[in-house]
Nanobody
């Protein structure tokens, strides 16, 4: 079955960087668009970044210029490089996979998430 397993979260200070990783298995990875979402306590889940099967990238306005999404179709991995972290970036970050175009926001599979906590 499809599995998405996130790693790389942790506790950092404002201004620091983190790189999240997502290992995908059980799917034809190169055929899927991949995305990162986050959910903070008491808030709805929100889109952070996405990368299509062709490599096109999409970002939420709140992270554009600070976060970079990338993928490795050989290793079946997707990454989220997060720079200049802010307290408001604190959330559980989830990896997701989509057979549909990223712009549709229709994701088929989800990981359990990794916690990112940014202290001031």
């Amino acid at each position: 079955q499809v599995q998405l397993v996130e790693s790389g979260g942790g506790l950092v200070q404002a201004g620091d960087s983190l790189r999240l990783s997502c290992a995908a298995s059980g799917l034809t990875f190169s055929s899927y668009g991949m995305g990162w979402f986050r959910q903070a306590p008491g808030k709805e889940r929100e889109f952070v970044a996405g990368i299509g099967w062709s490599g096109s990238t999409y970002y939420a306005d709140s992270v554009r210029g600070r976060f970079t999404i990338s993928r490795d179709n050989v290793k079946n991995m997707v990454y989220l490089q997060m720079n200049s972290l802010k307290r408001e970036d604190t959330a559980v970050y989830h990896c997701a996979a989509a057979l549909h175009p990223i712009a549709t926001m229709r994701f088929d599979y989800w990981g359990r998430g990794t916690q990112v906590t940014v202290s001031s």
